[in-house]
C-alpha cells in the first residue's frame, strides 16, 4: 500500500508520484517529492540530515547543497517562507520538520522502484560503490579513472552486486566518449559489465540506458538504442543520466525539440548538476539554436567556470556565429581545463585552422598522433582536425576508420554543424551508410 497525503490546499500522491494543489498538478522534481513525502511521514518530528539524505539518496554520495535545493524548490512549489513556514521548518544544525496539519490515506501501491531491487549485504562493497558513484560524477580523467578501482572493488567484495557492474560500465562509456581510452577495450568492457549486471538482475534501468548508447554509438543499432532508453526510462523514471544519454540519442535523429525537452528533464531532476545543464546547451547547438546555446553555457560557466564541456559548447556556438575570435578563446579554456582532453583539443585545432592558424592545426593534429596507445585520440577526432585544415579525403579516411571502431562525434554527422562542411563529398552517403544514417 502507498499513502496520499492531504495537507491546505495540497495532496501528495505517493502512488502516483504526483503534488497536486486544488486538483491541479503541480511541477516538482523527484527528489524533492521523496523529501517531503519523509517529512509528511515524520510530521511534528525533527528529521535530521543524515537522515533524509539515506532516505532520499540511498545509493549516491550527494553534497548538503542538494537537499538544501530540494528543500527550496519545495518551498517555491508550496508557498511557503523559512522565516513563517506554514509547511517546513528548519531546525538549526539538525534538519527539517513538517509543521503544518496533514491526514493521510492508504492507497494501492505504485509499481516498486526496480532500478533499485538488487542491493549488496556487504557493507564494505556498498562504501566502495558509494565512493565509485562520488568520482565518476566528477566526469574527469582522474575521477573516472579513480571511479572504475572502487567498482572494481565493489565487485571483488561481492560478485553479484548489479549495481556496481553498471557503475564500471557507465565508466567505460565516458572513457570511450572523452578519448580516455580505446574504443575496442572500451566497448568490450562496457558491454560485457552491463550484460553481467542484466544477467543479474535484469530490472537494473541504468544498464539498460548503457546498452543504449553502445548500440547507438557502437552497433549503430538506432532502432534499439531507443528501446533501450525507452526501457530504462519507464524502469526508473528519475534516473537523470538516462535522460541525457537519451537527449542525445534523440538530437542524432533530428528530433530537436524532443532532445531539449529530455535534457532539460534531467536538469529538472538534479538541478545542481552542471553536466546536465550543460547538456540542454549541447542540444540547442545541435538543434543550431547557437545563441540560445551560448547564453546556457554562460550559464553553466558562471556556475563552475572550471567545466571545459561547457567551454567546448560555447566555442562551437561561437564559431557558427562566426564570431573566431570568442570561439578559439572558449576552445583553448576548454583544452586547459580539460587537461589536454582528445576531444577538447581536437575540435580547437579544427576552429584553430578555420581562422587561418593551419601551422597552429598542423600542431594539434602532430600533439594528436604523439598520444601513446591506450590513450590514442578517437579516429572522428583526428578527422575534424583534417576537415579543418581542408585534408578533405584524409578527414574521411579517419572518420571511415571511426565509424568502424564506435564514435561519439560521428552519432550526429547528419545534425552537427562540425559536418557541414562536408555534405557535398561523394563520400559523405558511404559514411552516412556505414552508420546506418542514410
Not at 99 to 106: F, K, L, P, Q, T
Not at 196 to 204: K, Q, T, V, W
Request: glycine share 8%; hydrophobic share 45%.
Amino acid at each position: 500500500m502507498s499513502k496520499v497525503f492531504h495537507f491546505g490546499p495540497f495532496t501528495l500522491d505517493g502512488t502516483r508520484r504526483r503534488l497536486f494543489r486544488d486538483g491541479g498538478s503541480i511541477p516538482v522534481p523527484p527528489k524533492a517529492l521523496d523529501v517531503l513525502e519523509v517529512l509528511l511521514e515524520n510530521r511534528g518530528r525533527t528529521v535530521d540530515k543524515e537522515d533524509l539524505v539515506a532516505r532520499v539518496w540511498p545509493d549516491t554520495v550527494v553534497e548538503d547543497a542538494n537537499l538544501t535545493q530540494s528543500i527550496f524548490l519545495l518551498r517555491r512549489a508550496l508557498g511557503d517562507e523559512p522565516t513563517d513556514p506554514r509547511y517546513i521548518s528548519t531546525v538549526a544544525r539538525r534538519g527539517y520538520r513538517f509543521v503544518g496539519s496533514a491526514s493521510d490515506e492508504m492507497t494501492a501501491s505504485a509499481p516498486e522502484d526496480r532500478s533499485r531491487v538488487h542491493r549488496t549485504a556487504n557493507v564494505n562493497a556498498y562504501h566502495a560503490y558509494l565512493k565509485g558513484r562520488h568520482y565518476w560524477s566528477k566526469r574527469d580523467h582522474d575521477g573516472v579513472r579513480a571511479a572504475v578501482t572502487f567498482f572494481r572493488q565493489a565487485i571483488d567484495l561481492d560478485p553479484t552486486y548489479a549495481s556496481a557492474y553498471v557503475g564500471l560500465a557507465e565508466c567505460y562509456v565516458l572513457r570511450w566518449g572523452h578519448g580516455w581510452t580505446t574504443a575496442a577495450d572500451a566497448i568490450v568492457t562496457a558491454k560485457a559489465a552491463a550484460a553481467r549486471a542484466l544477467d543479474i538482475d535484469d530490472s537494473i534501468a541504468e544498464a539498460h540506458a548503457t546498452i543504449g548508447v553502445i548500440r547507438m554509438m557502437a552497433d549503430r543499432d538506432w532502432i534499439g538504442a531507443e528501446r533501450s532508453f525507452r526501457c530504462a526510462i519507464e524502469l526508473a523514471p528519475d534516473y537523470p543520466t538516462t535522460r541525457n544519454w537519451y537527449a542525445n540519442f534523440l538530437a542524432a535523429q533530428g528530433r530537436f525539440d524532443d532532445a531539449v525537452r529530455e535534457a532539460q528533464h534531467a536538469v529538472a531532476l538534479d538541478p545542481l548538476n552542471v553536466t546536465w545543464r550543460m547538456g540542454v546547451g549541447h542540444m540547442l547547438f545541435l538543434a543550431r539554436r547557437y545563441s540560445e546555446a551560448v547564453e546556457q553555457e554562460l550559464n553553466v560557466v558562471e556556475v563552475d567556470p572550471q567545466f571545459w564541456l561547457a567551454h567546448w559548447v560555447l566555442g562551437m556556438a561561437h564559431e557558427q556565429l562566426d564570431d573566431f575570435p570568442r570561439a578559439v578563446a572558449a576552445l583553448q579554456r576548454a583544452d586547459e581545463f580539460s587537461g589536454g582532453n582528445p576531444i577538447a583539443r581536437g575540435v580547437w585545432g579544427r576552429t584553430i585552422a578555420l581562422s587561418g592558424g593551419v601551422d597552429e592545426g598542423r600542431g594539434v593534429l602532430k600533439d594528436l598522433a604523439l598520444r601513446n596507445a591506450r590513450e590514442a585520440a578517437p579516429s572522428d577526432v583526428v578527422g575534424i582536425v583534417h576537415a579543418g585544415l581542408g585534408d578533405t579525403d584524409a578527414a574521411f579516411d579517419w572518420f571511415a576508420r571511426g565509424a568502424r571502431e564506435g564514435s561519439y562525434l560521428l552519432s550526429f554527422l547528419n545534425v552537427s554543424p562540425l559536418f557541414d562542411s562536408l555534405r557535398s563529398h561523394e563520400r559523405f552517403g558511404t559514411l552516412q551508410r556505414m552508420l546506418c544514417l542514410a
